[in-house]
């Protein structure tokens, strides 16, 4: 009889307890115990297992769990002696920084000073204890809410201290999700200030901790060491393409096939291949995104899952506010094409603004992205460089990416679709109408932020504007933008499905105040580009003909839209 599926368990003993479905991951504790690192710090895509694991290495290791070998057994860690005995035998501090999502650095503190008020008591035994002397307690009695920065830097350091001298061991420190308060600094603006916070906790915890046996981190990124870990010499770092502890995190495909076997799913296994398939870790291919595996199995219906997990916040902001390069790199991806880029695996949060390599870099840790091949080369300055051939991992991320770009359009749906509407049928008084009203209501979606000026927001707009095209009339048309033909290279392709729909050319333009005197002149000038670079040339060795054409030029003046059309390309 097939187990029953429970969703959401993060806590060992109660999965273990209630016999809900479990794919054993036990092993992870002996390749980690093994490989004796100091500090290790796992970086995976959200809901891979990370917090699961990380109850279950607390629950093995931790005193509390002395008499608890019962969750293990029949696991793989029970199989060896060595391992039993080990079993609930350490001091174990254990946090998580997953709900420390604020939007200002105070807020940030409050939340991490109060975590640190909680272990502090879990732990109150040991005020109580004569291990502490008059100054320890003094200490103890300032850690709370509102105690200092400094007090705050030294909480895991010194109850590692207070931990060692009550058990006579060290400690082992487990702290999950740690890089979640760095994404939300980096989303509203104040990573400077927890940077220097954070740098300090983590040299006091991890660096110059003697009371510290082994301490494991778990993260989406690997935050760059000048960020963080400037002074961590200790640290092993285990990255999506780190061979270490490859199958630990996420289901292999013969996990993923016996556990459909046992719901009788396992003719589904090509579609469940499609949808959560493509996640690839070191040299262990064919790793599945657990949540969405287990969704499934519950549920027996196909769906976005793992991407509806988040508000997927930061990925968008890097969208909808990166170049027109990003925009367009994105349009490929949604169409099922791959790029090659360098990647950087230690995120540089402060560089995302500009430096594309981080953003990718940032997609391709997060699970977006998936390493098709890559190569290593030196410059010729002499740096090792990391170029890959990347694409949208699965089926599932590019449903998120389809329904996060219909998001960005949700507050003028109808509008919107009504515009799509006016522009296939020629329309132009329409268009010009709704046009309005969306820029008015979606051009801040599209700002550049900190950089913005008049002429690289328009900019930034308009193939957030295709972006919206692609989602939306995908299935209508093949849409292609910044792409050569003729002599130069069009805006926006839209390429009919049916012979029974016309072609579309779209091209963009920004009014030029010193040269043109007003929007028409603007949206002409667009109109007389199109004719004279021959854009159509492209439609038309397709078998197009030149009256299934038409052509639009889009004059842009701040939130004001004029659009222009003729009806084909020659007169």
Request: aromatic share 16%; glycine share 6%; hydrophobic share 35%.
């Given at each position: 009889m097939a187990r029953a599926v429970g969703i959401g368990y993060q806590n060992f003993e109660q999965l273990i307890t209630k016999d809900v479905f479990y794919i054993d991951k036990t092993s992870f504790i002996r390749e980690w115990w093994e490989n004796n690192d100091e500090v290790t710090l796992i970086a995976r895509p959200r809901r891979f297992g990370k917090t699961l694991n990380m109850s279950m290495l607390e629950q093995f290791l931790s005193i509390n769990y002395a008499d608890r070998g019962d969750l293990f057994e029949g696991l793989a860690i029970?199989?060896?002696?060595?391992?039993?005995?080990?079993?609930?035998?350490?001091?174990?501090?254990?946090?998580?920084?997953?709900?420390?999502?604020?939007?200002?650095?105070?807020?940030?503190?409050?939340?991490?000073?109060?975590?640190?008020?909680?272990?502090?008591?879990?732990?109150?035994?040991?005020?109580?204890?004569?291990?502490?002397?008059?100054?320890?307690?003094?200490?103890?009695?300032?850690?709370?809410?509102?105690?200092?920065?400094?007090?705050?830097?030294?909480?895991?350091?010194?109850?590692?201290?207070?931990?060692?001298?009550?058990?006579?061991?060290?400690?082992?420190?487990?702290?999950?999700?740690?890089?979640?308060?760095?994404?939300?600094?980096?989303?509203?603006?104040?990573?400077?200030?927890?940077?220097?916070?954070?740098?300090?906790?983590?040299?006091?915890?991890?660096?110059?901790?003697?009371?510290?046996?082994?301490?494991?981190?778990?993260?989406?990124?690997?935050?760059?060491?000048?960020?963080?870990?400037?002074?961590?010499?200790?640290?092993?770092?285990?990255?999506?393409?780190?061979?270490?502890?490859?199958?630990?995190?996420?289901?292999?495909?013969?996990?993923?096939?016996?556990?459909?076997?046992?719901?009788?799913?396992?003719?589904?296994?090509?579609?469940?291949?499609?949808?959560?398939?493509?996640?690839?870790?070191?040299?262990?291919?064919?790793?599945?995104?657990?949540?969405?595996?287990?969704?499934?199995?519950?549920?027996?219906?196909?769906?976005?899952?793992?991407?509806?997990?988040?508000?997927?916040?930061?990925?968008?902001?890097?969208?909808?506010?990166?170049?027109?390069?990003?925009?367009?790199?994105?349009?490929?991806?949604?169409?099922?094409?791959?790029?090659?880029?360098?990647?950087?695996?230690?995120?540089?949060?402060?560089q995302l603004d500009d430096d594309e390599t981080a953003i990718w870099s940032l997609f391709l840790a997060g699970g977006y992205l998936k390493a098709l091949n890559f190569e290593e080369y030196m410059t010729e300055f002499g740096e090792w460089v990391q170029e890959y051939e990347l694409a949208l991992t699965n089926f599932e991320v590019k449903v998120m990416f389809q329904n996060m770009i219909r998001t960005w359009f949700g507050t003028v749906k109808s509008d919107y679709n009504d515009f799509t509407k006016a522009l296939i049928r020629g329309d132009v008084e329409e268009m010009n109408a709704y046009m309005n009203r969306i820029a008015e209501n979606v051009f801040s979606s599209f700002d550049t932020g900190k950089k913005a000026s008049g002429r690289t927001e328009p900019e930034r707009f308009y193939h957030g504007f295709v972006l919206g095209l692609l989602v939306d009339l995908s299935d209508r048309y093949i849409i292609t933008s910044n792409r050569e033909s003729g002599f130069g290279r069009y805006d926006v392709q839209m390429e009919p499905r049916k012979e029974t729909d016309n072609a579309v050319l779209i091209e963009f333009k920004v009014r030029d105040r010193k040269n043109e005197t007003d929007l028409e002149a603007t949206a002409r000038k667009a109109l007389a580009q199109i004719e004279e670079k021959d854009y159509a040339a492209d439609l038309r060795q397709r078998g197009i003909s030149k009256d299934k054409i038409r052509m639009y030029g889009f004059a842009f003046e701040g939130k004001t839209v004029l659009i222009r059309t003729v009806n084909h390309v020659y007169l």
């Open positions: 029970w199989e060896e002696e060595k391992y039993r005995k080990l079993q609930g035998t350490f001091p174990v501090i254990a946090l998580s920084f997953a709900n420390v999502k604020e939007t200002s650095f105070d807020h940030v503190k409050s939340k991490i000073f109060q975590l640190f008020t909680n272990l502090y008591s879990q732990h109150d035994f040991l005020r109580h204890k004569n291990i502490l002397t008059d100054k320890d307690r003094e200490y103890w009695d300032r850690v709370s809410v509102n105690m200092s920065e400094g007090d705050a830097s030294l909480a895991l350091y010194q109850l590692s201290e207070y931990l060692y001298r009550y058990y006579h061991k060290k400690v082992m420190i487990l702290l999950d999700e740690y890089d979640t308060p760095m994404q939300e600094a980096y989303v509203h603006g104040y990573w400077k200030e927890l940077m220097s916070f954070v740098r300090g906790l983590f040299n006091a915890a991890f660096k110059t901790n003697p009371y510290l046996d082994r301490a494991v981190m778990t993260g989406i990124t690997r935050v760059s060491r000048e960020s963080v870990f400037s002074d961590l010499n200790n640290l092993t770092v285990v990255t999506s393409t780190s061979d270490l502890y490859a199958d630990s995190f996420g289901f292999t495909e013969a996990e993923v096939y016996a556990a459909l076997k046992e719901y009788g799913l396992e003719e589904q296994m090509p579609m469940v291949k499609q949808w959560y398939d493509g996640f690839a870790f070191g040299h262990q291919k064919e790793i599945y995104n657990p949540w969405s595996i287990v969704n499934y199995l519950k549920t027996g219906r196909f769906g976005p899952y793992w991407a509806n997990t988040s508000s997927n916040r930061l990925a968008g902001k890097l969208i909808r506010e990166g170049s027109k390069d990003i925009k367009l790199t994105i349009e490929g991806l949604l169409q099922g094409k791959s790029f090659r880029a360098r990647i950087d695996e230690q995120i540089v949060y402060d």
